[in-house]
């Protein structure tokens, strides 16, 4: 008899409801949001030093390194005030399979990490992908690419995780595009 009671109470108790997708507007509003936060990082990560270190390394098809790519640099300030890359450390590549132009090593630079901010908005086209929760965070999910390309210019394409509380990237995941000059122009 004590069953019964206990059974109709649990089939009485509402479901948790889903979260609802956010709306064409709300969205709008969280990119021109989560692009001011990001515009705010930059500027900040302007006045910071820090070290850079960029390592590429080959493996055969049995899993053995076969060749690497090091670079260890610092980004300071000199007794001027103007933000410079200092190299710590760069050994000879012994990339076999890979082979890293100017290009490359200018967008492991600068593309990586990847800053949407206000003023880069214009160029990119951000479409909504869904709502998933990365570790403990729960995020927007965007498809990031550049609306028109320019030559000589570098852009991101991928996927940028907006925290759905704070609204700053906390993870993006892609790769530089672009077109390369060609000649001197």
Do not use: H
């Given at each position: 008899?004590?069953?019964?009671?206990?059974?109709?109470?649990?089939?009485?108790?509402?479901?948790?409801?889903?979260?609802?997708?956010?709306?064409?507007?709300?969205i709008e509003?969280?990119?021109?949001?989560?692009?001011?936060?990001?515009?705010e990082f930059?500027?900040?990560?302007?006045?910071?030093?820090?070290?850079?270190?960029?390592?590429?390394?080959?493996?055969?098809?049995?899993?053995?390194?076969?060749?690497?790519?090091?670079?260890?640099?610092?980004?300071?300030?000199?007794?001027?005030?103007?933000?410079?890359?200092r190299i710590?450390?760069?050994?000879?590549?012994?990339?076999?399979?890979?082979?890293?132009?100017?290009?490359?090593?200018?967008?492991?630079?600068?593309?990586?990490?990847?800053?949407?901010?206000?003023?880069?908005?214009?160029?990119?086209?951000?479409?909504?992908?869904?709502?998933?929760?990365?570790?403990?965070?729960?995020?927007?999910?965007?498809?990031?690419?550049?609306?028109?390309?320019?030559?000589?210019?570098?852009?991101?394409?991928?996927?940028?995780?907006?925290?759905?509380?704070?609204?700053?990237?906390?993870?993006?995941?892609?790769?530089?595009?672009?077109?390369?000059?060609?000649?001197?122009?």
């Amino acid at each position: 008899m004590r069953i019964l009671p206990l059974v109709l109470m649990t089939s009485c108790l509402p479901l948790a409801a889903s979260p609802a997708e956010p709306t064409k507007e709300e969205i709008e509003k969280v990119i021109t949001n989560f692009a001011a936060k990001e515009s705010e990082f930059a500027k900040a990560r302007e006045t910071y030093t820090y070290r850079q270190t960029i390592k590429i390394q080959e493996f055969e098809g049995g899993g053995q390194a076969r060749g690497r790519f090091d670079l260890v640099s610092d980004i300071i300030f000199s007794p001027e005030g103007k933000r410079t890359e200092r190299i710590v450390r760069a050994p000879s590549p012994s990339l076999v399979l890979v082979s890293l132009s100017p290009e490359d090593e200018q967008d492991l630079r600068s593309v990586q990490p990847f800053v949407l901010t206000t003023k880069d908005l214009p160029k990119y086209q951000v479409d909504y992908l869904s709502k998933e929760k990365l570790d403990e965070i729960d995020c927007y999910v965007f498809a990031v690419k550049p609306k028109k390309m320019e030559s000589g210019q570098r852009y991101f394409q991928g996927q940028v995780w907006v925290d759905d509380q704070d609204l700053q990237i906390v993870k993006s995941f892609g790769r530089a595009t672009g077109i390369l000059k060609k000649g001197n122009d």
